[in-house]
């Protein structure tokens, strides 16, 4: 049967490691020819030997050095994408992360800065290089990365550059998915909730093993392949029309095509809203 992407060149950004990983093998299996950036040439390749290794051998990917805090280097990853599989259909900016989590009155400003520059800059850079190929198509699916700073105060950590930079990602969201849905552009928001890398899931095992107690946050915790399940559905034409909506793996609503419609009919069914305080109503 053919895949729910197949046909479609697909660009995933942050795809050597845990969410961006999943969202890349997850997109070559619907039928996606998948160009995958990182920073980590190993990483980069597993990723890529992954995809290789299907068991029908139809699957292709490449694996593209890339730094998305730099323009040129987002330029050169959809040039190279052009090169193997032509024009871009999808861009998945993964890349990101948390990081500065310290008080905003000690932080050195250079790391702060470089959390939004590798969330929100890396984001832009990426969906910037991609632009030209969808609006030439007069189609596209573009999907940014959410986090938990961005709906609500994180307590008991300083994260005042993840926040930021969060609710940033979920404006550029919303207000790029106005500006280019007369190209036919979809934009949303894939938010991954909770998912431990590899690294910090094998921490946590280890200390788990040694005290004999379940780490608190096991239970809230995701796996990478439920925001690849999600990230999925966001880049289909399953989807369609949604677009400037944030989503999240906590969501069940976009299982249901009852409850899909009546979010694309809300106007009210954005992530990041202001409350009238005595009119409770969204606004």
């Given amino acids: 049967m053919p895949g729910r992407l197949e046909g479609k ?3 995933v950004t942050g795809g050597g490691w845990n ?19 990182g920073r980590t040439p190993e990483r980069l390749r597993e990723t890529v030997d992954l995809i290789a290794d299907a068991p029908d051998g139809s699957r292709a990917a490449i694996g593209v050095i890339t730094d998305v805090t730099k323009l040129r280097h987002c330029e050169r990853l959809v040039a190279r994408t052009h090169e193997a599989f032509g024009p871009v259909d999808v861009m998945a900016c993964i890349a990101g992360g948390g990081g500065g989590y310290e008080p905003l009155d000690s932080i050195d400003p250079g790391w702060w800065r470089s959390v939004i520059d590798a969330n929100v800059v890396g984001t832009f850079h990426a969906i910037r290089a991609a632009l030209p190929d969808m609006r030439a198509k007069g189609k596209g699916s573009i999907l940014t990365c959410a986090g938990g700073g961005a709906f609500f105060p994180l307590v008991g950590i300083h994260a005042t550059a993840y926040a930021v930079a969060k609710a940033g990602l979920c404006r550029l969201t919303d207000q790029l998915a106005v500006e280019v849905f007369d190209a036919g552009i979809r934009v949303n928001g894939l938010q991954p909730e909770q998912t431990w890398s590899p690294d910090t899931l094998a921490k946590i095992e280890a200390e788990e093993a040694r005290t004999g107690v379940p780490h608190p946050d096991r239970a ?35 299982r249901d095509p009852a409850q899909v419609e009546r979010v694309i009919a809300s106007l009210h069914a954005y992530t990041l809203r202001r409350v009238d305080a005595d009119a409770r109503v969204p606004q």
């Fill in 9 to 11: 060149v697909a660009v």
């Fill in 19 to 37: 969410v961006g990983r999943s969202v890349a093998l997850a997109f070559a299996r619907e039928g996606a020819k998948v160009a995958i950036a």
């Fill in 220 to 254: 809230t915790n995701h796996t990478p392949e439920e925001a690849a399940e999600l990230a999925v559905w966001l880049a289909s034409d399953e989807s369609a029309p949604l677009s400037g909506r944030t989503v999240s793996v906590h969501d069940t609503w976009w």
